[in-house]
């Protein structure tokens, strides 16, 4: 069964700090990993995805197949990078969600 | 630029009442999903939909049941409302046309639900 995993439930760090959100999963087939984000009071809307190697507000994920692991990263943190950051993998139409990361950075 | 509309920001109801989730699209989406979403536990699907009149059980369908009647609704239904059913739930869609790795999923605002 597909399952993936955010170990961090709660993040912290200062504005300027590099940070990193783990992500880890499990799924015997190619997995399409995702990162979801969501600001207070807006509504949860795509990051990135894994299979455009993009940077999208400064922040970056790679996908280790090796490590089972798609953690996403930003050299230095901003305080509107504050939010709740969820994981995703892709089988079909439907997307399993990590538990995700309260990101909090502070000024 | 999809729309995913949910009907009630915030509901409150009592133990034992149906209560009604609906949410719309405007993107003439096949794809419908209801997820719940609980602190520590993520986002977590209870059903979805793949066309008009289809449905199929997500992670936790158990107390919930769905219809979709229509393309653009698809509606959450909690049976008998129980307090453990206490959670914000979130409707999403999702399209054949565009190539769903690049956009996966799109989100309502979410309906936060209190049954007391």
């Known amino acids: 069964a597909q399952r993936v995993t955010q170990p961090e439930k709660l993040l912290s760090v200062f504005k300027g700090a590099p940070v990193e959100l783990k992500c880890n999963y499990s799924?015997?087939?190619?997995?399409?990993l995702f990162w979801y984000v969501q600001y207070s009071r807006q509504r949860l809307q795509l990051l990135l995805r894994?299979?455009s190697r993009e940077s999208i507000k400064g922040f970056t994920a790679d996908l280790n197949k090796g490590e089972t692991s798609f953690h996403l990263k930003k050299p230095f943190a901003q305080e509107e990078d504050s939010a709740m950051y969820y994981c995703?993998?892709?089988?079909?139409?439907?997307?399993?969600f990590g538990e995700g990361t309260q990101l909090t950075v502070n000024p | 630029d999809v729309k995913v509309t949910q009907s009630s920001r915030y509901l409150v109801k009592r133990t034992g009442e149906k209560v009604f989730l609906e949410c719309v699209q405007d993107?003439?989406?096949?794809?419908m999903f209801w997820y719940r979403q609980d602190p520590g536990l993520g986002l977590r699907l209870i059903y979805f939909?793949?066309?008009?009149?289809?449905?199929e059980k997500g992670d936790i369908p158990e107390g919930y049941s769905v219809s979709r009647e229509k393309k653009e609704r698809f509606s959450l239904i909690l049976e008998s409302a129980s307090t453990n059913q206490t959670s914000m739930y979130l409707c999403?869609?999702?399209?054949?046309?565009?190539?769903?790795?690049?956009?996966?999923?799109?989100f309502g605002d979410g309906t936060r639900l209190s049954i007391l």
């Open positions: 999403a869609s999702s399209g054949l046309r565009e190539r769903s790795i690049n956009q996966p999923q799109h």
């Open positions: 799924y015997s087939g190619s997995p399409e």
């Open positions: 894994h299979i």
């Open positions: 995703a993998l892709k089988r079909g139409s439907r997307l399993t």
């Open positions: 993107m003439d989406h096949e794809n």
């Open positions: 939909s793949y066309d008009v009149k289809m449905k």
